[in-house]
Structure formats: structure tokens, C-alpha cells
Nanobody
């Protein structure tokens, strides 16, 4: 069983920054691919950024140059540094871990960008 807990969301003004964290615990024996996704209302959840087991990163075009994903494998923690935030970044952000063909999700954290 894998548990993921996100933190760091909140309300920020346009142009501001937030740092999201995801703490993973449970039956984690290997370094697994992880990612951040976001969802607005009833729309489909979309990939924001991902990082492989060896640190290779991938970003959605809409966040390139503004967001940075990182992981600390010694602490089983995934982070997302979000800079130059825009109102269109407003969403619930979810952490996802891939392990042995299964996907595990956190409960999500709300990010609201508004003046």
C-alpha cells in the first residue's frame, strides 16, 4: 500500500510563487516515476510535470520555464516549485506515483491564483 499526502497549496496573487510537496509512504521499495497533475472542475486531469526514477523531467508546455519538479529519494518526497503563477494555473494539484503498473494518487491540494 502506498500513501501520498500533498501540501503547500493556497491562495497567491498573479506573479507569485508556491511550493508544493508530496510525501510518499508505505510499501515503497524502489525509486518510482512520479508526477504532478492538475484538474479544474469537471475537466480531465492533466499532466503538469513528471520525473523518472533517474531524474529525467518532463513539463507541460504551459508551465515550462515557470515550474520545476524535483524529488528527494532519501525522504520519499516530491516537490513542485511554481513561479510566475497565472490565474489559469488555478486548479487542484495531485501527486501521482507509478509502481508495478499501478497508479497511486494523493488527495490533492488547491492552488488559487487571484488578485
Amino acid at each position: 500500500q502506498v500513501q501520498l499526502v500533498e501540501s503547500g497549496g493556497g491562495l497567491v496573487q498573479p506573479g507569485g510563487s508556491l511550493r508544493l510537496s508530496c510525501a510518499a509512504s508505505g510499501s515503497i521499495f524502489d525509486i518510482n516515476p512520479m508526477g504532478w497533475y492538475r484538474q479544474v472542475g469537471g475537466k480531465e486531469r492533466e499532466l503538469v510535470a513528471s520525473i523518472s526514477s533517474i531524474g529525467t523531467t518532463n513539463y507541460a508546455d504551459s508551465v515550462k520555464g515557470r515550474f520545476t519538479i524535483s524529488r528527494d529519494n532519501t525522504k520519499n518526497t516530491l516537490n513542485l516549485q511554481m513561479n510566475s503563477l497565472k490565474p489559469e494555473d488555478t486548479a487542484v494539484y495531485y501527486c501521482r506515483l507509478s509502481k508495478l503498473g499501478k497508479f497511486y494518487w494523493g488527495q490533492g491540494t488547491q492552488v488559487t491564483v487571484s488578485s
